[in-house]
C-alpha cells in the first residue's frame, strides 16, 4: 500500500524487488555502504522499511527499528540518491520516519551520524534532533574508524491534531 507524501513523493514499503535499485543507491551515496545482507536482514526481521519514489524512479529510502516496549524508534538509515539530494526529499524522508515513529507509538527517536557528514547534521538539527552522546570509533572509514554522533528527538508533543 503506498501513500502520497505530497504531489511528487510516493512512499510504500521496501520489499525484496527493490534491493537492487536500493543498493545502487546506497553504494553511490555512502563511502562505506551498507552490504546487501545487512539490507536485507532489516527486512527480513521486520524493521520498517521505505521507500520513497516520484515519477515512478526511487529516489530514496528510511530504515526504522521501533521498540514499542521502551517507545523508542531508531532511525538506521536515510538516504536520497544523489542526483536528488539538495531538493528538500531528505527532510521529507525524515518527516515521514517521524511520523511512522509517532503511529507506531514512539515517543523518542534516536539515531547516529557521522561527525563528517555535515549535510545529515544540519538536517536533523533544523528537525529539532539534540546530540545526546557520542559512540567512540562506531562507524567503519575507508581508512579506520570513525566517532558516531548520537542525536535525540522528543515527539511526544508532535504530529497531535
Ligand atoms: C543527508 C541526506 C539524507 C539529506 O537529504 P537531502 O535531500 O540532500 O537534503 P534536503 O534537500 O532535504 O535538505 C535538508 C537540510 O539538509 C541540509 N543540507 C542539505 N544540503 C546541504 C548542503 N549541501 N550543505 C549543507 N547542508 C545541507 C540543510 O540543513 C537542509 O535544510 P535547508 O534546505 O532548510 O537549509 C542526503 O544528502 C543523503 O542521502 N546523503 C547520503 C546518505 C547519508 O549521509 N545519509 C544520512 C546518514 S546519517
Request: with cysteine; charged share 25%.
Amino acid at each position: 500500500m503506498s501513500e502520497v507524501i505530497d504531489s511528487s513523493l510516493l512512499s510504500r514499503a521496501m520489499t525484496e524487488a527493490d534491493l537492487p535499485a536500493v543498493m545502487e543507491i546506497e553504494q553511490r551515496a555512502y563511502v562505506v555502504p551498507w552490504t546487501p545482507g545487512i539490507m536485507r536482514d532489516c527486512l527480513r526481521v521486520g524493521y520498517h522499511c521505505w521507500v520513497y519514489e516520484r515519477g515512478g524512479e526511487l529516489i530514496g529510502y528510511g530504515i526504522l527499528s521501533a521498540s514499542m516496549d521502551v517507545g523508542e524508534s531508531h532511525i538506521l538509515n536515510l538516504c536520497v540518491r544523489p542526483e536528488s539530494q539538495g531538493r528538500g526529499f531528505g527532510r521529507r524522508i525524515l518527516e515521514h520516519l517521524l511520523e511512522q515513529s509517532k503511529r507506531l507509538g514512539c515517543h523518542l527517536v534516536l539515531l547516529e551520524a557521522r561527525p563528517s557528514n555535515p549535510v545529515a547534521i544540519r538536517l536533523y538539527r533544523s528537525a529539532g534532533f539534540e546530540q545526546i552522546g557520542r559512540r567512540k570509533r562506531y562507524y567503519p572509514t575507508p581508512t579506520g574508524r570513525e566517532d558516531a554522533l548520537v542525536f535525540a528527538l522528543d515527539i511526544s508533543a508532535a504530529f497531535s491534531a
